[in-house]
């Protein structure tokens, strides 16, 4: 039986409930009625307005412009107009100003047909990279731009590929490398142009097999230097830190970046949306959301428009099957909870899910008992229940000193806990305090 390679520290085994949308191939949503589109949709500085209430707008157009170095623009997903900039809530609690647009009822929609781009220079890719609006797809949302800036004197040994999808219920990814192989192995390639990496690689678990099969025979039928490396599925191998260790064997230093061990790190869904950005010169204004979970009535994968809201996905979705405990944006174990169906899609959102109420959930706290369960899940190598422990105290200063923001804030520890502590709300908490 072949050995499937894996990080070695730490993690756990969430039943993954891929299987409830892993088999609906990619439906597109209808445009609605109305989208909000907030102006912070990534990490960093959010964009500045462009347009004010009243305003024209046309498909692509950027109406929101980058206000620093880690920042990203802001476009319009259709023609149509403003008609009010007011602060939202999103699903992760950041208040951002956003664009209230309603489409063109007749002609919403902008057309992207495929243009040339083998003579463009890695400057010119990377700047179309940075004019699109390009972010990281996996949740995170670092501009992109930022991430493929190779600074002068280093140089890439791997690009590494993230399509791992290690989240439970998620399964965006999983159906783009099977529907849109071509296209997301060509935004790996002009990546390769941008960065210049001696080996490329694409990481992913082996619950994928169907995904695995159709990306190394499009490989050889393109001639494409990539290989295609199974993962033993393992959580939370998505991380790019875990993901580095499980495929070249590299550990990334505390306070370091990938590039730090001559690596880039890149999702699936984000060379899909540089392939678009280079190809159609298209922004990245939708992008594929998995609807999921037990109280809903029809689990789908839907390429959205930004700025749709929620309830418009849970609509198409046949609605409610019944009243969830909660609603999850992104994956349960990193994902963000919220109540507000009017929320909107940002860039990051990977899931939107409607979850019953674990059996664990109503089980009560009780005093830690010191089994080690938690330390032995960490992925990090922290000890999550001496940081908890001086967090509670106030005592963040020592908190830090024990490499406290070298917690990914995964969920392996709460997940792993049987007294029931809140661990990774501790570890958010303490390092939002101890950077003070």
């Not at 037990?294 to 418009?312: H, I, T, Y």
């Not at 089980?363 to 010191?370: L, N, V």
């Amino acid at each position: 039986m072949e050995r499937l390679p894996t990080f070695s520290k730490g993690g756990v085994h969430p039943d993954d409930k891929k299987a409830l949308s892993n088999n609906q191939a990619i439906q597109r949503l209808p445009v609605p009625s109305e989208l909000v589109l907030p102006l912070s949709q990534h990490l960093g500085a959010p964009a500045s307005p462009l347009k004010q209430k009243g305003d024209m707008v046309v498909a692509g157009e950027k109406i929101g412009k980058a206000s620093s170095f880690i920042s990203a623009d802001v476009h319009c997903p259709v023609n149509g107009t403003i008609t009010d900039l007011r602060k939202v809530v999103l699903a992760n609690s950041v208040v951002t100003d956003a664009f209230v647009i309603t489409p063109d009822a007749s002609n919403p929609l902008g057309e992207w047909p495929e243009q040339p781009y083998d003579a463009l220079s890695p400057e010119e890719l990377l700047a179309i990279v940075k004019d699109m609006g390009v972010v990281g797809t996996g949740g995170a949302t670092f501009p992109t731009h930022v991430k493929l800036s190779v600074p002068k004197g280093r140089t890439v040994d791997a690009l590494v590929v993230n399509g791992v999808e290690c989240e439970p219920y998620l399964t965006a990814d999983h159906r783009l490398m099977l529907e849109e192989t071509e296209r997301v192995l060509r935004g790996i390639m002009i990546v390769a142009k941008i960065t210049g990496p001696k080996r490329i690689i694409i990481g992913v678990e082996n619950n994928k097999k169907d995904a695995i099969a159709m990306l190394r025979q499009e490989i050889a039928r393109l001639g494409f230097p990539i290989t295609v490396m199974a993962l033993r599925v393992k959580y939370p191998q998505g991380d790019e830190k875990q993901l580095l260790k499980a495929t070249i064997k590299r550990e990334i230093p505390s306070g370091k970046l990938p590039l730090d061990v001559g690596a880039v790190v890149l999702n699936v869904g984000t060379s899909f949306a540089i392939y678009e950005a280079v190809a159609m010169r298209k922004p990245l204004i939708d992008r594929v959301v998995t609807i999921s979970g037990e109280a809903m009535k029809e689990k789908k994968n839907l390429r959205v428009l930004l700025g749709s809201k929620v309830a418009d996905l849970i609509a198409f979705a046949g609605g409610l099957d019944h009243e969830p405990d909660k609603f999850i944006s992104g994956g349960p174990m990193m994902g963000f909870a919220f109540h507000d169906d009017q929320i909107p899609v940002i860039k990051g959102t990977s899931g939107i899910l409607a979850l019953d109420k674990e059996p664990s959930a109503k089980a009560p706290t009780t005093p830690c008992i010191s089994c080690g369960r938690c330390v032995a899940a960490c992925p990090m190598g922290l000890q999550p229940t001496k940081l908890y422990r001086l967090i509670e105290h106030r005592d963040y200063e020592r908190a830090m000193a024990m490499n406290l923001m070298d917690c990914k804030e995964c969920g392996c520890c709460s997940y792993s806990c049987p007294a029931h502590l809140p661990l990774v709300h501790g570890m958010k908490l303490g390092k939002r305090l101890g950077r003070k």
